[in-house]
């Protein structure tokens, strides 16, 4: 015998106000990247090459911090369901904290081993030079990008995910024009792209830092 169960509208509500704002932040950082390989091919096909390149030696990096952006949203979940928000936050920031050594580690590779890192991946001595102001610069940036994200999993595990998408949408989009005006503008050139996703990024990882230390997330109702 077949049981027909009511759909629950109140809990969908609920799956969606959590899972939109997600949603459209990652679709907003997808196409805000369409957008900069459009002004990167201003530069040529070598400068193409040099963010494909840049961005699979980050991949590193983002991997790292989205593992662990899991972990933090279970501990802050976890914490909160057993009224343990003082618990929940401290371990989203040794979290933090973990993300950082490692992604701290990355940057001095990126910023000490550039030219070996862009090697690895291809021979061609244009795109190579390239690519190591991409990782130069870029290397500013990679702790930055660890505590954006990782908190983005905090935020997450406490079923508040409105600041994150708040942060992640504007300074995602700030990324086109700043780069159009650094990178041709300003005559910046194609650095001027890397300048903009590491201002961006390091913007992003301060304002959700801040953002999460006022604590409003550990009363957030579900």
């Not at 508040?160 to 989009?173: E, K, R």
Request: glycine share 10%; hydrophobic share 50%; charged share 15%.
């Amino acid at each position: 015998m077949r049981i027909r169960k009511k759909l629950d509208l109140t809990t969908v509500q609920r799956i969606v106000k959590i899972g939109l704002p997600t949603s459209i932040a990652g679709i907003v950082f997808s196409l805000v990247y369409l957008f900069l390989n459009k002004i990167t091919a201003h530069f040529g096909t070598d400068a193409i090459a040099a963010l494909g390149i840049g961005n699979r030696s980050e991949s590193l990096s983002y991997l790292t911090c989205f593992g662990f952006s899991l972990a933090a949203a279970a501990l802050v979940g976890q914490n909160l369901g057993a009224q343990k928000p003082e618990r929940a936050e401290k371990s989203a920031w040794r979290t933090v904290l973990i993300v950082i050594g490692i992604t701290g580690f990355i940057s001095v590779m990126f910023l000490s081993f550039p030219r070996y890192i862009s090697a690895f991946f291809i021979s061609d001595e244009k795109v190579i030079k390239i690519g190591i102001s991409y990782l130069r610069i870029l290397g500013l940036s990679q702790i930055f990008m660890a505590v954006e994200i990782v908190l983005e999993g905090a935020f997450s595990g406490a079923g508040n995910t409105f600041p994150p998408m708040m942060v992640s949408v504007p300074g995602s989009l700030l990324r086109i024009p700043l780069a159009y005006l650094l990178a041709i503008k300003l005559n910046f050139g194609v650095s001027g792209i890397w300048w903009a996703i590491t201002l961006t990024s390091i913007a992003k990882g301060v304002v959700l830092a801040i953002w999460f230390k006022l604590g409003r997330w550990k009363t957030k109702k579900i």
